[in-house]
């Protein structure tokens, strides 16, 4: 069996380490997402969803515990190796899009790529322009990001997330910015991705309608996950979410 | 985006492109800023190499003369008994150069040395009819001499002709005396020696005192008339770098074994003068050099806490704090190097307007200020050092945002 995508081990995360105020957020989560899940994670305000999201995302670091990505434990690895691991596997959606204004759909699009290797060419032209063709947004290639719609900017901003074809997308509540429509559009493009792409999508989000329609829905309160299930037709895995 | 050009430079660019209002205004205030620098700098070199040009045209670099007589008392003194003797200082007669010939072929061969002419000089009466006036004779050989005060270009009327029997005098020397071009003169010397001489040319030292004293005859003629037949009574000298005269002399008062004044020494106060207004341009470039790197280092700054978010996405898609970091350095250098070129067109124009407004009374600018490309070169260099510098702290502030912090804004 293929290694998970995820593994988190005993993860707790405090703020203001050792000071009077020290509050933790996460009190020891144990998970794991295997390749090809679509999985949402679902809590109320404060719960420590996004500090979840950016942990798994090697944006931030636990104060104690494992954390294996794609097979490799992050707990030994530099800042040099961790974004370099960050650039390669995961893809990132914000809920407010966060495209760069400077540059266009395309450039944006681009810009994973770039940052890995430096100086653009042609092959990074033809993968953006083939993602944003996948995002239907062909035509809007050449657009500042600022003179597109909310709805067109998430999609751009799925696409770039897309662009090192990463095993693990990461969405934090990437339609919470969005009409119902546009929601379930970037919903479903991401649905789409995972289905024929085998990219594992860890989603946030607040919305039950479209929580219901992942594979698995990984519940989170108080900094502790507390439930953890697959559909039984979308099921891929054992969930090992603790309780 | 350009294949060739790397991520760094394409994410710099845009960056400046998009604060346009605040890249310009940026540019602007860099841009006066090394504009006063290159004028202020143009504007002391050629205000400094005006005073020298005025001061040292009409007088020697370098001035060799006899070593002072000193008066050495014969008696011994006898062991542990101390004598208080007064010892008079004698008389300094004119005297020539010992083995003067050798020290000006000596002296001419050095590399530092621009020109060499042997001189007799002393004190004169003039006279014309009723009228006499003390004056300075100095008896030069003109070919030489001219090569360290030109002469000719200070003629006013006549030729600057220094014939056996020939006199050119300062232009108020003449008016005191009512003498013209072609009229002559009677020349003598306290020994009672005297000569009729005929005024060739009048000079013009740009000195009143200078123009009312200042006589130049021939050589031998001052010879025979001071009675140093075959002697000269100073040696003068010309050189290339004129700031390295006092040194230079020091080592020819050790070559030659005679006494050597530089125009350092001899115009101590003005080259204080100069010393000190270089000091105090040293001191105001330096300040407004500062003023522009924390100009420079405030607006990127701003740019860093504006650009968080950006920076917390890249940082996020797999930017190195590395990148980051060297986006915010280029941009820094970029502005410093833009800055440089809209102050390098404003130095400029303001020398040109120098020229065209500041002038004489006759029409000719007050002084020169040169276009020198090597100012500019240099202000461009330190403009771009600056901005490089200047962008280190808030690069390095921007290399450090924590992704989630930025990203979160």
New interface residues.
């Given amino acids: 069996m293929a290694e998970p995508v995820v593994a988190l081990q005993g993860v707790r995360k405090s703020y203001n380490l050792g000071m009077p105020n020290e509050a933790e957020v996460l009190h020891g989560v144990d998970l794991v997402i295997e390749p090809g899940e679509f999985c949402a994670l679902m809590g109320p305000s404060g719960s420590g969803k996004s500090t979840l999201l950016n942990i798994i995302g090697l944006l931030d670091r636990p104060s104690s515990g494992q954390l294996a990505i794609a097979g490799n434990l992050t707990s030994g690895l530099d800042d040099k190796a961790i974004t370099r691991l960050r650039g390669h596997a995961i893809g990132f959606v914000f809920q407010y899009h966060h495209l760069i204004p400077a540059f266009s759909a395309r450039e944006n699009v681009m810009m994973p790529m770039l940052l890995e290797r430096g100086r653009p060419d042609a092959a990074m032209r033809g993968r953006a322009d083939e993602l944003l063709a996948s995002v239907g947004l062909t035509s809007w290639r050449d657009n500042l990001a600022t003179n597109l719609s909310g709805g067109q900017q998430q999609r751009v901003a799925v696409a770039r997330a897309l662009a090192m074809k990463p095993a693990l997308l990461l969405a934090d509540e990437p339609t919470g910015n969005l009409d119902t429509q546009s929601a379930q559009a970037v919903f479903d493009l991401m649905r789409d991705v995972n289905r024929t792409q085998g990219t594992t999508v860890l989603i946030v989000t607040h919305n039950r309608t479209l929580a219901d329609q992942c594979g698995r829905i990984v519940q989170i309160v108080d900094g502790r996950v507390t439930r953890g299930w697959s559909r039984p037709e979308s099921c891929l895995m054992s969930v090992k979410a603790s309780r | 985006?350009?294949?060739?050009?790397?991520?760094e430079w394409?994410?710099a660019s845009?960056?400046l492109?998009?604060g346009r209002l605040q890249t310009l205004s940026t540019m602007l205030g860099i841009g006066i800023g090394v504009g006063v620098i290159i004028f202020m700098s143009a504007a002391l070199a050629g205000q400094q190499a005006n005073i020298v040009r005025r001061v040292l045209s009409a007088q020697a670099h370098i001035v060799l003369i006899p070593a002072q007589e000193v008066a050495r008392p014969l008696r011994g003194g006898e062991p542990g008994v101390a004598e208080a003797a007064i010892v008079q200082k004698p008389l300094q007669r004119v005297r020539s150069i010992d083995q003067w010939q050798r020290i000006v072929q000596e002296v001419d061969a050095l590399p530092e040395v621009k020109a060499v002419s042997p001189m007799a000089a002393g004190a004169a009466i003039a006279q014309r009819g009723e009228a006499t006036r003390s004056v300075t004779m100095q008896g030069v050989d003109a070919e030489r001499y001219f090569r360290i005060v030109p002469l000719p270009e200070k003629i006013v009327a006549g030729q600057p002709r220094l014939g056996a029997e020939d006199i050119v005098i300062g232009v108020d020397l003449a008016s005191d005396l009512g003498v013209r071009v072609g009229d002559k003169i009677r020349l003598s010397v306290a020994s009672g020696q005297g000569a009729t001489l005929t005024v060739t040319g009048l000079v013009d030292l740009g000195n009143k005192g200078a123009n009312q004293r200042m006589t130049y005859v021939a050589l031998h003629t001052a010879q025979a008339l001071l009675g140093l037949i075959g002697g000269v009574s100073s040696v003068d000298l010309t050189v290339h770098d004129i700031y390295a005269a006092e040194e230079l002399a020091q080592r020819l008062q050790a070559l030659t074994g005679v006494e050597a004044d530089s125009w350092i020494r001899t115009n101590s106060q003005l080259y204080l003068a100069i010393n000190a207004q270089v000091i105090a341009n040293t001191l105001i470039r330096f300040f407004v050099g500062l003023a522009i790197a924390f100009g420079i280092a405030a607006v990127l700054i701003v740019s860093v806490v504006q650009k968080s978010?950006?920076i917390?996405?890249?940082?996020?898609?797999?930017?190195?704090?590395a990148?980051i970091l060297r986006v915010f350095l280029l941009q820094g250098a970029v502005l410093g190097l833009l800055g440089s070129l809209v102050g390098s067109a404003i130095g400029a124009a303001a020398i040109v307007l120098w020229g065209v407004l500041v002038k004489n009374p006759d029409g000719t600018p007050l002084f020169p200020l040169d276009l020198d490309p090597t100012l500019f070169l240099a202000a461009a260099l330190l403009a771009t050092l600056s901005g490089l510098i200047a962008a280190f702290v808030p690069a390095l502030r921007g290399a450090r945002l924590?992704?989630?912090v930025a990203?979160r804004g």
Wanted: charged share 30%; hydrophobic share 45%; aromatic share 10%.
């Fill in positions: 985006m350009t294949d060739w050009l790397p991520f394409i994410a845009r960056f492109r998009e978010k950006e917390g996405i890249l940082r996020a898609m797999g930017g190195s704090r990148q924590d992704p989630v990203i």
